[in-house]
């Protein structure tokens, strides 16, 4: 699946609860190391996520601090590497749209 097709899904839910698309590449930069323009490179591309995360410059290494529950798995717990990482970024995402701060998402 490509990252892009998912990405205006990641701002629409963000939108829909008053957050903004600057607050969402926060989370994405945050996560994968990825800046504007590396991200916007991905993005039209239509790399796969595979590629994504494959091709991220630094996944955070807070990444561990992640933990909770998103459809219906622990993050913390899911044994395929790629499926945890799209899954954190689905996490951070839904924290995002909850309203917690972005330090608080950050873990800072």
């Not at 629409?12 to 008053?18: C, L, N, S, V």
């Not at 930069?29 to 994504?52: P, S």
């Not at 091709?55 to 790629?82: F, H, M, W």
């Amino acid at each position: 699946m490509a990252f892009a097709s998912v990405y205006p899904h990641y701002i629409a839910k963000a939108e829909r609860k008053g957050r903004t698309k600057e607050e969402v590449h926060a989370v994405i930069h945050w996560l994968t190391g990825y800046d504007e323009q590396a991200l916007q490179q991905q993005i039209d591309t239509k790399v796969d996520f595979e590629t994504f995360f494959a091709q991220a410059p630094r996944i955070n290494p807070n990444v561990s601090k992640i933990t909770g529950v998103i459809c219906g798995y622990r993050v913390e717990e899911i044994g395929d590497k790629l499926m945890q990482q799209i899954r954190y970024m689905d996490k951070l995402v839904d924290e995002l749209a909850r309203g917690n701060t972005l330090d608080k998402i950050l873990r800072k």
